[in-house]
């Protein structure tokens, strides 16, 4: 559990103990539904990290030759490999670094299948139904970049397509997975004896709080009762790290401005917390309530809660404390472990928060810090 830390300078914290109890229940779903659950590195990548990891699965998934060689070379194995686009300078390397690799188009297995001949092969399929809501997010919606439809595919596929790969999900419960698997089957399964595997993407959200493990462990049983020969695979990344840990913050300065009061941090929206202005949404803050901005006069504080970037709209608001803000003070910013220190970004020069992992037994490790030679090496 992490305590109150007197920490002065901003900092992901990844708690071990609630990690390691994410990738139990993980396991133990893996073992009863007959799958494997991979890591995607695009949610997750701390490398520090993998020690952890490996006791409790066997592989990753990678979308570009850095995640492929991070899967090789950090984790100790191939990686499960799909990009919408590989290219003539890559493609040998990454298939050096894999053991699946996953075309997103015919033409791009055309072009590249016999340089990989080494991988068990796939395509990446659209059943050109999702119910993601934010279109920034949804794989499937209408002119999508992703996948082959099913009225595209010949009827006999090339001998060397193992798998189809489909991914339609994003941070989606058990029974959006059961009514997703239902158009799946309907636009695919006839190809499916043809194939050894499939790989139903990320999304998954099964070790959130009120996420319906028995209905997931159902519809996965259930389908391999349909198709007993195809091995099925899952690749989440939030699920590996969902609810693992905080970024801490601190108050640098107060500005009013209309009767608007903003606390400035030494952290940024922009620069480590991307998702909240792309999706977006309101993270929790520890000790704080999120309330509209029309929300009557309250005697309570209220601030905007600001980046330290040049960027007018590095802000999110507004959050009522139970007390006034004062410069120092830490502002906390729960589970942002996943889809954080992989898209943080060095805009204005700013310096990404050290990274630490709390281990089991109290100890607050760093296991990485940033300076001027990060920025400037970027620039290169």
Partial sequence: MLKKMELKTPIYIIEEEKLRRNLSLIRQIAERTGSEFILAFKAFALWKTFPVFREYIRSTTASSLSEAKLAFQEFGSKAHTFSPAYTDEEIDEIVACSSHLTFNSLSQYERYHQRASACSLGLRVNPEYSEVGTLLYNPCAPGTRFGVTADKLPEVLP????GFHCHCHCESGADVF????????????????????MNFGGGHLVTRKDYDVELFVRTVQGFHERYPHLKVIFE??????????????????????????????????????PDCLEMPYYPDVRGAQHIPEDTPYSTA?????????????????????DHELQVGDEVIFEDMIHYTTVKTNMFNGISHPAIGMLHVDGRLEILRQYDYEDYRNRMD
């Fill in 159 to 162: 001998e060397d397509i193992h």
């Fill in 301 to 321: 504080p209220v601030y905007r809660l600001g980046g330290n970037s040049c960027l007018a709209g590095d802000f999110m608001a507004s959050w009522q404390f």
């Fill in 178 to 197: 059961e009514r997703t698997l239902q158009h799946i089957e309907e636009k695919f399964s006839p190809w499916f004896p043809q194939l050894r595997w």
């Fill in 236 to 273: 989440p990344g939030s699920a590996f790290a969902w609810q693992t840990g905080p970024l801490v913050s601190h108050v640098v300065d107060i500005v009013e401005d209309k009767g608007i009061k903003t606390a400035i941090l030494d952290v940024s929206f922009t620069c480590h917390m």
